[in-house]
């Protein structure tokens, strides 16, 4: 199991490679505890996400919260070598295709 800080480092490649120009910040945890530690803009969209050791490895308190949140308005997610796969799969579907407007039944 790679530890946390090398995995992210090379999903950062990944996905700078798969998405050239992308910028990829390093978010500050300490001003809102719990947000996403990284953010990803490419073109007129974006990204966040946390990455973890692994599936089972503990969340920070808030992170389930904000990374709930968060994906409401565009892919956030927690991301571990287990499902490193499918995020970038989702991040190729957001950053290539517009979400579709959420607009509430009664409109």
């Known amino acids: 199991m790679p530890l946390e800080s090398v995995f992210k480092q090379e999903l950062i490649h990944k996905i700078q490679r798969q998405f050239p ?6 978010l ?7 947000i996403p530690d990284n953010f990803i803009v490419w073109e007129d969209r974006w990204s966040a996400f946390e990455a973890k050791r ?10 389930d919260y904000y990374v709930k949140l968060m994906n409401t308005m565009s892919l956030t997610a927690f991301v571990y070598p287990e499902n490193e796969e499918w995020y970038l799969n989702e991040l190729q579907q957001a950053f290539r295709y517009p979400r579709a407007t959420r607009l509430s039944l009664s409109e």
């Open 21 to 26: 120009g992308a910028i990829v910040l390093k």
């Open 28 to 34: 500050d945890a300490n001003n809102i505890q719990g």
């Open 54 to 63: 692994s599936a089972l490895a503990p969340h920070q308190r808030n992170q």
